[in-house]
Nanobody, 122 residues
Framework: QVQLVESGGGWVQPGGSLKLACAAS????????MSWLRQAPGKERDVVAQ????????RYAGSVKGRFTISRDNAKNMVFLQMNSLNIEDTAVYYC???????????????WGEGTLVTVSP
């Protein structure tokens, strides 16, 4: 059974930092591209950051580029999102997503965590 469990959310003041973590189990982690997405109240779920299976390439939404950093530890089956210079617009539920990598036997698989709430307010 595949599980993705996010942690690290909470309340932070504008300008502050948080680091989210996603622990994966039940899958061959290094065969999955990982992403963080977020959904603010009343809005669609949007991609925040993505990282390839090996971790050698990353991609970010324009709104977080230069402030957020995605990373992964394939030995520990974990992916992280370091969030700096947080602002009120970053308030959302943050979700971890695993997608089977192209060229692997897991291509097409798609798994989600339940999300962790990040609240940025004075």
């Amino acid at each position: 059974q595949v599980q993705l469990v996010e942690s690290g959310g909470g309340w932070v003041q504008p300008g502050g930092s948080l680091k989210l973590a996603c622990a994966a189990s039940g899958l061959t982690f290094n065969n999955y591209a990982m992403s963080w997405l977020r959904q603010a109240p009343g809005k669609e779920r949007d991609v925040v950051a993505q990282i390839t299976m090996s971790g050698n390439m990353t991609r970010y939404a324009g709104s977080v580029k230069g402030r957020f950093t995605i990373s992964r530890d394939n030995a520990k089956n974990m992916v992280f999102l370091q969030m700096n210079s947080l602002n009120i617009e970053d308030t959302a539920v943050y979700y971890c997503n695993a997608k089977g990598g192209y060229g692997t036997s897991y291509y097409g698989m798609d798994y989600w965590g339940e999300g962790t709430l990040v609240t940025v307010s004075p």
